[in-house]
C-alpha cells in the first residue's frame, strides 16, 4: 500500500516525465515514469506517461534516421 509521501513522489516524478516529454526528453521522461510506477504500480497517469515517452522516443529514432 502506498503512504500519502510515497503518492506524492510520485506525482512528482509522473509531473517531470511530462515536463521532460514538452522538451523532447523522452529518454529522460521514461526514467521519471517508470520510477513513479516503482512507487506506485496503478498510478494511471504515470502508465500512460510511459507509454507516450516510449512511442515518442520510437517516433524520434525513426525521424532521426531520414535526417541523416
Not at 506506485?40 to 510511459?50: I, K, S
Request: no cysteine.
Amino acid at each position: 500500500s502506498v503512504d500519502a509521501a510515497q503518492h506524492a513522489r510520485a506525482q512528482q516524478l509522473v509531473a517531470v516525465g511530462y515536463r521532460r516529454m514538452e522538451g523532447r526528453n523522452f529518454g529522460g521522461a521514461r526514467e521519471a515514469f517508470a520510477q513513479a510506477l516503482e512507487i506506485e504500480p496503478d498510478n494511471a497517469a504515470a502508465q500512460r506517461g510511459l507509454s507516450a515517452a516510449q512511442t515518442g522516443q520510437t517516433v524520434q529514432g525513426i525521424a532521426g534516421v531520414f535526417r541523416r
